[in-house]
């Protein structure tokens, strides 16, 4: 069988086609400050490995462009879900309840665990593509800012948002300057 000769069904009923409008309270910035994690920590922590790059010859710059680009990544409930997956793992390895891994084991990090890793790996790509996932592991193995401090599973959640937005942020910065360049002739 072909996937052509399988029926099309409309499982999902009538779902709208957007969010509704509605306030929630569980704002991701809200969730990770509970958790350890202000957005001041995520700016610093991807400043700390900041490198000077076409359209981002200043720090002050960067910075501007990574918020703007954090904000807009957060914006997407899934990235938001997939972050909060994090904090759950890490709060339930924290307590001993990750299934088939004991609280030793957690706290030890150990090097053939990889579903931290898999995680951050995964929000990174998601926000970025291949570009997020190299800067990931520039951030997973340099550990600067607060990835030094958070646990397990957390460490390589922020790594994932900071390289994700990061590899956004240097891509945006040619793309302003290339548009502004444009613009101009």
């Known amino acids: 069988m072909k996937l052509s000769d399988v029926d ?10 957007e969010l509704e409008e509605e306030k929630y309270d569980n704002e991701i910035y809200n969730v990770m400050e509970k958790n350890g994690v202000s957005k001041k920590d995520i700016i610093d922590t991807a ?4 490198f000077s790059h076409p359209g ?3 720090k002050e710059k960067a910075e501007s462009i990574f918020i703007r680009e954090l904000d807009i990544a957060f914006s997407d409930p899934n990235l938001c879900i997939l972050v909060y997956s994090g904090i759950l793992l890490e709060k339930e390895g924290k307590e001993g309840s990750l299934p088939n891994l004991s609280k030793s084991s957690y706290e030890k990090d150990l090097s053939f665990i990889i579903a931290d890793e898999v995680l951050g790996m995964s929000i ?27 646990g397990p599973f957390m460490d390589d959640v922020v790594a994932g948002i900071v390289g994700g937005v990061s590899a ?10 290339d548009n502004n360049n444009d613009s101009s002739e």
Not at 168 to 177: D, G, L, Q, V
């Open 124 to 150: 990174s790509k998601y926000i970025s593509g291949d570009k997020g996932m190299f800067e990931y592991v520039r951030f997973d193995k340099e550990k600067p800012g607060i990835l030094s401090k958070l």
């Open 8 to 17: 099309e069904k409309d499982l999902k009923g009538e779902q709208p086609e």
């Open 47 to 50: 400043m700390e490995l900041y």
């Open 168 to 177: 956004n942020m240097y891509t945006r910065a040619i793309a302003e300057m």
């Open 56 to 58: 981002l010859e200043t």
